[in-house]
């Protein structure tokens, strides 16, 4: 077992109408004027944006507004709100959405305490310092971004999607009603899937031995996004459902499912740079088609590892090791399949044609290579590329 | 799923070496001025004690001392050490210590900020309305208190031992370093995995449907403990066996095998009257007695869950529902032997005669029955501990 930090200061408040909490968790942080900000208004016809404003106004709090979060929030966005949160000298940073939302805010929250262009935190020319507090009312279980320390922005000059993690990224508080996701649409509840099940399996496939406990709770999560997957899809309104995948999407990313391994996000890097380039691919829908791809291409340089994943999530068997650990890379993308997944780039609109630009956008062109227990360079990207025709 | 608040704030330091952390711990922390508390100076012949004082030092932070906690920490203690904290200034209780040296610091940090004796928070007169932070070394995988949000003391003058449970009791941080148990003797040891099963035993078996991924997270820590309990016994050096106990201890009980489920810790409290009427008893050992006999008195009105624990935790088998649910308990029980727990309360020296007097230290002399789905009242309290003999 590796050492490790584990630090996870977000106060969850899951459950029915737990939005209507929203004053009490904003004045639990003791300030007196936030900035709120969401999509492109499903919050308003849903009535959800009506319960938020005036739980939160019940408490004497003062509300800057700044909606139009795009998905793959825009640094461009990110940059107009810090300038109003500058402006306005609002005290905390309100997400009412999903991670691209959360992701807005988090960027904004930490701009807006700085000089410092907040691009220059992503790649990496400058070490955040400070933010102010984020919270969130969580519209989607998929990012896990209500617990995580990540946050993912596009810069639409660059066309470069790409992440920054910092402690400074942690919400303060969550607001998890897993009632607010009941009306998804259908393919949006399947990408969330995809989405909690990857950040689970991006740190379950990392090279590491003896964690047996993390192990065990990832496998846990696993299953039980699985199943809770195929049931929200079949019945939209089920409570119990939605509130494990809602439970599960802040755990797959809060650090549980990484303590004591290692942590490195690998297929998320391939998908930032496919959605970094193409901004019409979800990344529900872009992890879907990579995972199976990568796993297929990396699953025999760690194959004790694929037999667990395949035996304990997947119920798979076979005659060989190599058998069995394919035939739970087979079973996962069944399930992307029967989730309605994309099953081909072509499907996206993306082809071979491509490749090499994903790659170069992953790999900053060549200079690096995407670490892992396999390091993967512009040649091994185009490989699992091909593999998603 | 029952609506839940999460709240985890304690920032985990956990591997090898992490105690040489200590210093830039606190200093995260802004303050200059700690009390340190320890128990009976095992960790001055370890060399702990020099290393944290040291680390502390070397950052510049003044230190009080009061060492000599004892096991099940008194109240008269804590009343000592509030007074030394308000004469002294200091911002910060540091715990090096386990269980109890955590928990004495727990009160004294609430105590410390209020003139209130901290016994009417735990009889219920008064709610704590603050606390100075509290930071630990850990020296013993069993209390889960480096994360939850209790503490129990122990009333000399009327040999009650009590619980008090608030989100002040929440440590800042906590130093979790498994090579630090390494020279534990055995029977602390046992004790130790005893009481971390213990703490996700108490949330499972309560009764609250639909909550498969907290159950099956639940299940993974019980399977883990079981088999690094029974490693770190044979291989006391045996690091990974350490580090997965130590991280169970936390898991256990900061709320995660609670999430969704009732919370009622029914066990916990039959042993804390036991073990405050009879000092002498460890509290893992007293749980490793009661556990099992509890289980025995009421596991027919939750067949289900048993049956589920049996197989899952246990691989238990069996013709019948009742059968296998039964194989499971005689399981756990066998566990506890092999861990070479008392058996039998005559082991520690109670005797039928003192029945009635830990059932009415329970009970409050039968002013109060203990909730769970089967509640207790004397009558049954004296059948289960008929059930230990």
């Not at 639409?156 to 508080?173: D, I, M, P």
């Not at 755990?251 to 740079?273: C, K, P």
């Not at 979800?282 to 791809?293: D, E, I, N, R, V």
């Not at 304990?312 to 739970?328: C, P, Q, S, Y």
């Amino acid at each position: 077992m590796k050492d490790f930090v584990y630090s996870t200061p977000t106060k969850v408040y899951f459950g029915r109408g737990a939005q209507l909490k929203i004053g009490e968790a904003i004045k639990e942080t003791s300030v007196s004027k936030i900035m709120l900000q969401y999509g492109k208004g499903s919050i308003k016809k849903s009535g959800l944006y009506q319960q938020v404003v005036n739980a939160i106004k019940a408490e004497g709090i003062e509300i800057v507004e700044m909606g139009g979060v795009e998905p793959n929030p825009k640094l461009s966005f990110v940059r107009k709100a810090i300038k109003l949160a500058k402006d306005t000298g609002v005290e905390l940073i309100l997400a009412v959405g999903g991670g691209s939302v959360i992701d807005s805010c988090k960027f904004t929250a930490i701009g807006a305490t700085t000089d410092v262009d907040v691009w220059k935190f992503v790649t990496g020319e400058e070490t955040p310092k400070s933010a102010l507090p984020v919270g969130c009312v969580l519209t989607i279980s998929a990012a896990g971004s209500e617990m995580s320390s990540s946050a993912v922005i596009t810069n639409e000059e660059l066309n470069v999607k790409k992440g920054l993690t910092t402690e400074f990224n942690r919400c303060a508080f969550a607001i998890c009603n897993p009632e607010l996701t009941f009306t998804l649409p259908e393919y949006q509840t399947a990408c969330g899937v995809v989405d909690i099940l990857s950040h689970t399996m991006e740190r379950y496939f990392t090279v590491c031995p003896d964690t047996p406990l993390t192990d065990s709770i990832a496998e846990s999560i696993m299953k039980n996004v699985v199943s809770a997957g195929k049931k929200a899809i079949e019945e939209p309104n089920n409570y119990d459902a939605r509130a494990t995948l809602m439970w599960a999407s802040s755990l797959s990313h809060n650090g549980l499912t990484g303590a004591g391994r290692e942590n490195y996000l690998v297929v998320h890097q391939i998908e930032h740079a496919l959605s970094g380039e193409f901004d019409h691919v979800t990344h529900g829908a872009g992890l879907a088609l990579l995972f199976p791809a990568w796993a297929k291409y990396v699953y025999d340089k760690n194959l004790p590892r694929f037999v667990s994943f395949a035996k304990n999530v997947w119920g798979a068997t076979g005659k060989t090791n190599r058998e069995i650990a394919l035939n739970g890379i087979n079973a996962m993308q069944e399930f992307f399949k029967a989730l309605k997944m994309p099953s081909s780039l072509i499907d996206v609109g993306v082809t071979e044609k491509d490749f090499l630009k994903i790659a170069n956008n992953c790999t900053r062109n060549g200079a690096r290579t995407i670490k892992s227990y396999v390091n993967l360079n512009n040649e091994d990207i185009i490989s699992i590329l091909h593999l998603c025709k």
